[in-house]
């Protein structure tokens, strides 16, 4: 079980490690014809998928510290691809969604995706693709709330 384990852990790191590196994001930001600092680019990515979202819950979602996320969230608000709300729970806190502008960036974004994940994916069967998928979400669920203080 512990060879497993390890193997895994080093799956994980490359897959970590292909979405850390700046080419792949450079390539999809080309690919889809915007303009988006690439430092900015997976935030408003994380930011359209978890919207709405707090500063303190983006920065932990990404893995950086609040202070450096909320920098880099007002250059987002700065360039009109992010909104601010306040929470319905507590009007202390604002959350982030997507403009209308970032709402269209990252729709232009996913379909570069998705073109792209068509070409590395091409020789999987749908099968193997969807088997892949639920798996991936299963292992997603169970490892979110490891490491998380309680």
């Known amino acids: ?12 790191f490359d897959l970590i490690g292909f ?9 999809l930001i ?3 014809g915007i303009k988006l600092d690439r430092a900015l680019f997976p935030l408003l990515v994380r930011i359209g998928l978890k919207a709405p979202v707090s500063v303190v819950e983006l920065g932990h ?3 950086r510290d609040h202070s450096t996320v909320s920098r880099q969230v007002k ?6 691809l992010v909104e601010r709300q306040a929470s ?3 009007q202390r806190v604002r959350l982030l969604k997507p403009s209308a502008e970032g709402r269209a960036m990252l729709k232009r974004l996913t379909v570069a995706r998705r073109a792209v994940m068509e070409d590395v994916f091409a ?3 749908e099968k193997d693709r969807a088997a892949m998928l639920k798996l991936l979400q299963r292992a997603v669920k169970a490892t979110a709330e490891v490491g998380r203080k309680k």
């Open 1 to 12: 079980m512990s060879e497993w384990a390890d193997d895994l852990h080093a799956a994980f």
């Open 19 to 27: 979405f850390n590196r700046p080419e792949p994001d450079a390539a």
């Open 30 to 32: 080309a690919a889809a």
């Open 61 to 63: 979602i990404s893995g």
């Open 75 to 80: 250059g987002l608000e700065e360039l009109g």
């Open 88 to 90: 319905p729970h507590d």
């Open 123 to 125: 020789g999987w069967s």
